[in-house]
């Protein structure tokens, strides 16, 4: 009998150099509160009524900007490979252009150095979600001159740790960025605008295509994308229901991955954020299409889609699926993981190394975690079943280290490896962090 408390795997089943790792966000775990970080979008969001739980926010978060040695002794000592962290670009830069916080800087200098004396990757984001505030009154996302401004900031902040990054990817989960916080208004800046959104999808991938362009100007290699997938499935066989997973799809899966391997949106997100989008749109596809040395796909779950004729664009719902269910009440579904990496490498972007740069789950039985045992194992699996098939796969990183800020669910989720006690900020490894030591040592 399996023993519950162990993985099925271990790092000999995987080929030389796969590379396994642990992710974090900037906001989730540092604590903004300190090293003279300015505000951002998160921190307006999340003092306004009914946005997040108990208005919790991340001042103080896991207080990595204090304890980030012994974070990194924990993943040294659990064995990883590989650190996928993100730098605040309200820390870098407060007001998001002009004066520069030396000390927001210094953090990151320290941070990259301490990875690689405990013989860490450093795999660096460039933006996870914390928008400066003086740039979000200017439009943020909305404005197109925001691919100049975070051109600006990755140029800063690469002429000062990029000689030692691994690998670097310039936005985590751009339909995030675009569509939860600007047409679903459940992630900052908390909007629920079609025409805000449509902006945001592009200009998101605009800002991503300077990026590249800014790293390679600087002579920097080894750089990427990461997208978030979501498998769409009907809720049952009618034609209707079909037609909305197909542009569930489009939207979700298709809008950001077409824009930068195939320089095109999907026609059938386009048939309604067409009407919404910026002047002249089609002339960036050269500049989002830039050329990526590997693709990330952050996967966690998939949604049933139900029509809903009676509603505006774009005519559809969510339905609770039947399959066990996360913390955050996501359906535990691996297949769709297997599903993405098969798509992408066939499909979206054939020729590119993948790296699963999040999977986990929320869980809140910190000692027996027999939850994320379970869950990681068998993602784990539909991960190997893809490379069985041909698939590049050279990496897997876990979502997360530390149990931190879920965003609009405040504290209340824990997707950590490790356990934080957000009263006293104790750090107590799960049973998977000793689960995942020992598989990558066996």
Not at 182 to 201: C, E
Not at 235 to 252: H, W
Not at 351 to 370: C, F
Request: aromatic share 12%; proline share 6%.
């Amino acid at each position: 009998m399996a023993d519950p408390a162990a993985f099925a795997f271990a790092r000999s089943d995987f080929p030389e150099g796969f590379v396994f790792g642990a992710a974090t966000a900037a906001y989730q775990i540092e604590g903004s509160r300190f090293g003279g970080a300015g505000p951002c979008h998160w921190d307006s969001f999340a003092a306004t009524p009914g946005n997040v739980v108990r208005a919790e926010d991340g001042a103080t978060a896991c207080d990595h900007y204090h304890r980030w040695e012994a974070d990194l002794d924990l993943m040294r000592d659990a064995g990883l490979d590989a650190y996928r962290f993100s730098m605040s670009w309200a820390r870098v830069m407060p007001e998001g252009r002009g004066a520069v916080n030396r000390e927001g800087l210094d953090f990151y200098d320290r941070l990259v150095d301490g990875m690689l004396a405990r013989g860490l990757q450093p795999w660096a984001t460039l933006y996870h979600w914390e928008l400066p505030s003086a740039l979000s009154d200017l439009g943020g996302w909305r404005n197109r001159d925001i691919a100049g401004w975070f051109a600006d900031y990755v140029t800063l902040v690469m002429r000062r740790v990029g000689d030692r990054i691994h690998a670097a990817a310039p936005v985590n989960e751009p339909w995030c960025v675009a569509w939860l916080g600007h047409f679903l208004g459940l992630h900052a800046p908390g909007l629920r605008d079609i025409r805000a959104a449509a902006r945001a999808m592009h200009h998101v991938l605009l800002a991503h295509g300077t990026a590249i362009q800014a790293m390679r100007a600087l002579g920097h290699g080894n750089l990427g994308t990461v997208l978030n997938f979501e498998y769409a499935a009907p809720v049952d066989d009618s034609a209707a229901a079909r037609q909305a997973a197909r542009l569930y799809d489009a939207i979700y899966n298709r809008w950001f991955a077409g824009g930068i391997f195939a320089q095109s949106y999907p026609e059938a997100a386009l048939a309604g954020l067409e009407p919404h989008m910026p002047a002249n749109w089609r002339d960036d596809f050269a500049t989002i299409g830039e050329k990526l040395d590997w693709v990330g796909i952050n996967y966690y779950t998939r949604k049933l889609i139900a029509a809903d004729p009676a509603s505006p664009w774009p005519r559809l719902h969510e339905v609770p699926g039947p399959l066990p269910k996360t913390d955050m009440g996501w359906e535990i579904y691996p297949d769709g993981l297997y599903h993405f990496l098969t798509w992408l490498s066939r499909v979206a972007a054939p020729r590119l190394p993948i790296y699963v740069t999040e999977n986990g789950l929320a869980a809140a039985t910190p000692r027996e975690d027999v939850e994320r045992i379970a869950f990681l194992d068998a993602h784990v699996a539909a991960a190997r079943r893809a490379m069985a098939q041909g698939v590049d796969l050279r990496g897997y990183f876990v979502w997360s280290l530390l149990d931190n800020y879920e965003w609009a669910a405040g504290y209340e989720k824990r997707f950590g490896l490790v356990h934080v006690d957000f009263d006293t900020l104790e750090r107590r490894p799960k049973a998977s962090y000793h689960a995942l030591r020992a598989a990558l040592a066996g």
